[in-house]
């Protein structure tokens, strides 16, 4: 296996039972926290009374192109990826992989991205990306293939829509030999990970069926000696993106409809070109976009098999949408009826990060709408600022349906009842979150006046260009930088 760079060597690597005098050492010296560039304070303000007419362009998938990236870490050929979204989470997942050794050429305005890690430089992350976003957690998967030396990553972080653990992953990846710690030191953690002899391959039955923990198994498995075999894995359209990349990359990976995904082990790789499925968590919040102001957006580059589950929801609530060979155009269809009763889950059921464009939505529809997310305990924060803006939105602790559900009898808001349609007035929101960020977008399109709304970093972090696609969809949106009391259009504004 190839050596690292300042690495220990072999006969003298951190024991992972004795392990605090190196983790001091590590946290001072190498784990220092470099000061955050201060984007927090821009806000975006939107007037609304536009209905949104015209065509976008469908971005690569946020929650795809960034495991894609890390998937490449796997083998020393280069890697080309197309349809790269230039987005705040790809800048993250880049630099965390330059940290480690990968030579990266992005031509964002072609969105071509070329990768090639030809040897790792450290497999220690260090402890700015903490909090960043939920990537690094699958560097352990990525990286204990690649070397035998020490991996340390520390803590992630991503939106705040529940707890978020990573048991299921720890469990997994100590199941094909890995031998993992967690450490605290002054509120820093990290992981610390190895497998000196190499990772085995095993069987896998994961609890739930978890989007993160389904990649990091697979992307250990795809070095490992002998077959693993995941059993109740996610089959999210993204994974299959990253089963499609490992593919050809060189993997033998099949996935079955009983939720079964095999990897046998190789270490065979070959050159890879990708092109990035589009994100259909950004093509729904245009299409709701369109609906809501009483518009029409054809979104080029939509997936018609990857928004099934959502279209069908949107056209029991009476939403427009024409396929197309090349896209889906969605369109106002008069007034929308609300009496809906909606489940969040795992794929294929109704995507989580649909919902919360999706309750506006309703907002505006006829009726008493249910609403029980599944998937994560604390996604439901985001309603109190649409309650200010006028909305009718009451929470409850009970699961209002049927679908199985992890949070029955434990004290968690996760099901709502919206009563619609309500006018809603503008105001001034704070995104705690992506995609209650992009909720808030829409409800300021839809209410009466002007809104500002902060927390853009949450935005940027996963919608390509949101202000100048809505311009051009004729959304009245400007971007202003508060520090310097500047206005900026962010259209024309390279990132
Ligand atoms: N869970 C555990 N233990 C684990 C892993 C997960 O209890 O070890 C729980 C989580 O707490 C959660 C549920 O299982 O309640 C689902 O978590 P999952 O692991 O599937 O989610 P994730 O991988 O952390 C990804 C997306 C999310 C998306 C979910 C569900 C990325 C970077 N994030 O998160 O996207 O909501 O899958 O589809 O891929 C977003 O893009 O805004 C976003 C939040």
Redesign the pocket.
């Known amino acids: 296996m190839p050596s690292v760079a300042g690495h220990k060597r072999p006969q003298d690597r951190i024991n992972l039972k004795d392990i605090k005098p190196e983790f001091n050492t590590i946290l001072k010296e190498q784990f220092q926290r470099e000061p955050e560039k201060d984007k927090t304070q821009e806000v975006l303000q939107i007037k609304s009374g536009v209905s949104l007419q015209g065509k976008i362009q469908a971005s690569g998938a946020?929650?795809a192109v960034?495991?894609l990236l890390v998937a490449s870490l796997l083998s020393d050929k280069k890697c080309v990826f197309h349809n790269v979204p230039n987005i705040g989470?790809v800048e993250i997942t880049v630099s965390l992989c330059q940290e480690l050794g990968m030579q990266v050429q992005w031509d964002r305005k072609a969105k071509i991205l070329e990768a090639r890690t030809k040897h790792l430089k450290t497999s220690y992350i260090p402890q700015r990306f903490s909090g960043a976003?939920?990537?690094p957690i699958l560097m352990i998967g990525a990286l204990l293939g690649r070397t035998d030396e020490d991996i340390i990553v520390p803590t992630v972080g991503?939106?705040r829509?529940?707890?978020?653990?990573?048991?299921?992953?720890?469990d997994a990846l100590e199941k094909l030999g890995a031998k993992i710690e967690y450490r605290e030191m002054k509120k820093e953690g990290a992981y610390f990970a190895q497998a000196h002899d190499g990772l085995n391959g095993n069987l896998i039955h994961l609890p739930?069926?978890?989007?993160?923990?389904t990649?990091n198994t697979i992307l250990a498995a795809v070095r490992a000696r002998g077959i693993t075999i995941i059993k109740n894995a996610?089959i999210?359209p993204?994974i299959v993106d990253l089963i499609l990349f490992l593919q050809k990359l060189g993997a033998i990976i099949t996935f079955d409809v009983d939720r079964t995904i095999t990897i046998q082990g190789t270490r065979k790789f070959y050159e890879v070109e990708h092109y990035v499925t589009p994100d259909r968590?950004e093509v729904a919040s245009y299409g709701m976009a369109a609906i809501s102001t009483k518009g029409r957006v054809f979104v080029e580059g939509a997936s018609h098999l990857n928004m099934i589950t959502f279209l069908n929801k949107l056209r029991e609530i009476g939403g427009g949408f024409d396929i197309r060979n090349d896209g889906i155009e969605f369109y106002y269809n008069g007034p929308l009826q609300g009496g809906t009763h909606l489940e969040t889950d795992?794929?294929p059921g109704f995507?989580?990060?649909w919902q919360q464009p999706f309750v506006v939505l309703l907002t505006q529809a006829a009726g008493s709408s249910v609403i029980h997310e599944t998937?994560?305990?604390n996604r439901f924060g985001y309603t109190e600022a649409l309650q200010e803006l006028g909305a009718d939105i009451e929470r409850f602790k009970q699961c209002l349906g049927n679908k199985p559900c992890?949070f029955a009898g434990k004290n968690f808001y996760h099901s709502i009842i919206v009563k619609g349609p309500t006018p809603l007035h503008g105001g001034n929101i704070e995104i705690p979150?992506?995609?209650a960020g992009f909720a808030y977008v829409l409800a300021a399109l839809i209410a009466e006046g002007t809104s500002e709304i902060r927390g853009l970093p949450f935005l940027d972090r996963?919608y390509e260009d949101i202000d100048g696609k809505l311009q051009s969809l004729g959304a009245n949106i400007t971007r202003k930088g508060q520090t310097k009391g500047k206005e900026k259009k962010t259209a024309s504004t390279p990132k």
């Open positions: 946020k929650n960034t495991k989470d976003n939920r990537i991503g939106c829509i529940g707890k978020r653990p990573v048991d299921f992953h720890i739930y069926p978890s989007v993160g923990a990649e996610a999210e993204e968590i795992v794929h995507l989580t990060d998937v994560y305990e992890r979150d992506l995609r996963g």
